[in-house]
């Protein structure tokens, strides 16, 4: 007999089902109306958040597909993760359109549209309930909270991960329906799975997402062995022990795969600095951070307004805040484990929420925001699956019309549509993202200091002083908006002030101490002497055994132009610092050590060195470099010290 919507319990049982007219214009509709969503981002610039390494600042990227890259991608644990096929993607982007961010949003775009339809076309032969999955893939296309997912190109991740986890679904669903053929339709799910995680290791969590499966709608939580794949779908659904217990043992290749990303992930992590330690966030923090994102999660789930890039972490959390998230949060979790017979579907959903969001709902402390809309782009599913079934039972228990209840149901995604096209219009680039953020997030200093960076690179100097002058006044030991104010100022002319923001910003965070040699550096190639003196002395002051730095500075003070800048003596420091760093085996810096005793009036020294900076220049042939130091050999002879040529007025 066919089931309320229409379907056979043997058809939406069966592995393979033929695309029927109305699936596919359903799924046609859901492409169209994702395109019209997200169309504008066809004229959206990349983001200065993340969107740089990623993608338009990385060479790796930008350079295409190639065996080298590829090697890269596989053994890189840049941006703190490991996801290889990722960053194949963004190649494979860049290799088919360049470095134009508009093709790049649409790749997201269209993964999202085909994650929608898989969705929609999963859940229908699962179920057979054609309107309710057509429901829940709409409130997936459509949710605000997935705007992020989709219109930031540094999430690829998250819409390629999905892409994979709807294949394995897919791949898991024939396996438990398909008995012939069980064990192929396992591997290929398992396939999918890894392939996943190699795209985020959010999918973690996915082996307890198939037991939930098992449980509600496929109905085989009982017996795991081969000849269970051919039960009646109408058995007895009964949670127990043993079933959960069995179910659990069929996922173990599952379960190795997320404990070797598990691994993975955590020791990227922990290398690039991204993990919070104990002694800074105690546990007792990071369970508090735990109920206010669970809660946090389904308020913009229900009113989807404010969305933001970045919600900070509060200090402290208001007890009765965190009493109410956990008095909500026990009182569903009650319901879902009461209605576990009677309401299957609720059970599932509110588990598979609440399961998936585990990665990132900060037990595991990453970064400084305690919760963000991208994670909720497959946990939300659960949630949507409730409202779906829980909505259509109400509906008939009420005894509403089927086309008042459509007309309702079409009425929310539509609302969902404006509020989304909405939201995406804020990704249009930097400024307008990080401008709504400030706009509707309390005191977020590290949204001040992201928009005060990319107003610096657009050469808004008082604009962007502002902004990192506003991130301190909410957070003085901010590092990096110290780092980027002092290197502002020190662009703009006021050396001591830049100094003063910059010390603090190594007291803080000592590995940003390269920055004082590389606006030694800047400063020097603008001609600006005597700030790239300033800068220099203050880089080795910090980091003493940077040959680079030591090199330049001696360059400096023994070849200056300008006769107020050289310093013989103090030239010879730090060049021959830089030849005892480098054994004496790097030409031009023996070079440097050179001129340096030429200056210092050390000529028999000079034309010595010389000598050996050609010795070693010839057996590194380096031919230029050779004839370089000839021609200084020559002009030391006649005692006299190089100096560079006075820059033209």
């Known amino acids: 007999m066919p089931n309320a919507e229409g379907m056979t319990k043997r058809e939406c049982r069966k592995g393979w089902l033929p695309l029927t007219s109305r699936s596919v214009i359903f799924c046609t509709i859901l492409g169209v109306v994702i395109l019209g969503l997200y169309g504008s981002l066809y004229r959206a610039e990349f983001v200065g958040y993340d969107d740089g390494e990623y993608f338009y600042q990385n060479q790796h990227v930008i350079s295409g597909l190639s065996v080298e890259n590829a090697a890269w991608a596989f053994t890189a644990t840049s941006a703190s993760n490991w996801h290889p096929l ?37 859940l229908n032969r699962m179920t057979g309930a054609f309107w309710r999955s057509g429901f829940v893939a709409g409130l997936f296309a459509f949710h605000p909270v997935h705007v992020e997912s989709v219109a930031w190109i540094s999430e690829r991740k998250d819409v390629l991960s999905t892409f994979f986890f709807m294949l394995t679904l897919w791949g898991y669903f024939n396996c438990r329906s398909r008995r012939e053929e069980a064990t192929g339709w396992y591997v290929l799910a398992l396939v999918f799975f890894a392939l996943g995680l190699m795209s985020k290791p959010m999918l973690a969590t996915v082996p307890f997402v198939l037991v939930l499966l098992d449980y509600w709608p496929l109905t085989r939580f009982g017996d795991q062995s081969p000849s269970s794949f051919a039960k009646s779908a109408s058995e007895d659904r009964k949670f127990t022990v043993q079933g959960f217990t069995w179910s659990l043992i069929h996922k173990w290749p599952f379960l190795l795969l997320t404990a070797a990303s598990c691994v993975i992930t955590y020791l990227a992590q922990a290398r690039g600095g991204a993990v919070e330690t104990l002694e800074h966030i105690p546990l007792e923090g990071r369970l508090a951070n735990a109920l206010a994102a669970y809660a946090g999660y389904l308020g913009k789930m229900v009113w989807p307004s404010k969305l933001a890039i970045l919600y900070l972490r509060p200090d402290v959390w208001p007890l009765w805040q965190l009493a109410l998230c956990a008095a909500a949060l026990t009182a569903l979790t009650f319901l879902a484990l009461k209605w576990a017979r009677k309401r299957p579907y609720f059970f599932v959903g509110w588990f598979w929420y609440v399961g998936m969001l585990v990665p990132v709902i900060g037990l595991v402390q990453v970064g400084n925001q305690y919760m963000a809309d991208r994670y909720t782009y497959l946990p939300m599913i659960g949630c949507f699956i409730i409202l779906a079934w829980g909505g259509w039972e109400l509906a008939q228990r009420l005894n509403v019309q089927p086309r008042v209840a459509a007309g309702f149901a079409g009425l929310m995604l539509v609302l969902l549509v404006a509020q989304s096209f909405r939201q995406a219009r804020y990704w249009q680039n930097t400024e307008t993202l990080f401008g709504h953020c400030l706009n509707v997030t309390k005191d977020n200093f590290v949204a001040h200091n992201i928009l005060g960076a990319w107003l610096a690179r657009n050469q808004k100097f008082d604009e962007a002083k502002g902004h990192f002058l506003a991130s301190l006044r909410i957070a003085p030991e901010h590092a990096d908006s110290l780092n980027n104010l002092g290197v502002l100022l020190a662009e703009h002319g006021d050396t001591e002030e830049a100094l003063g923001y910059l010390r603090q910003a190594v007291r803080l965070k000592p590995g940003q101490a390269n920055v004082f040699g590389k606006l030694g550096w800047a400063l020097d190639s603008q001609g600006k002497t005597g700030r790239a003196i300033i800068f220099y002395r203050e880089a080795l002051r910090a980091q003493p055994d940077d040959v680079q730095v030591c090199n330049n500075l001696a360059w400096l003070l023994a070849t200056s132009s300008d006769s107020n800048f050289r310093n013989g003596e103090e030239a010879v420091k730090w060049a021959e610092h830089a030849c005892a760093l480098t054994s004496f085996a790097q030409a031009p810096v023996v070079g440097t050590l050179a001129a340096a005793y030429a200056e210092a009036g050390r000529f028999e020294d000079a034309v010595a060195t010389a000598e050996k900076a050609i010795g070693v220049a010839q057996a590194a042939g380096q031919n230029d470099v050779s004839e370089r130091n000839r021609q200084l050999r020559d002009l030391y002879r006649a005692r006299k010290p190089f100096h560079e040529e006075p820059a033209p007025k």
């Open 86 to 122: 990722t960053w194949l993607s963004h190649m494979l982007d860049a290799q088919l359109f360049g470095t134009r961010p508009g093709w790049a949003h649409l790749v997201n775009v269209f993964i999202h549209a085909t994650n929608s339809a898989l969705l929609f076309l999963l």
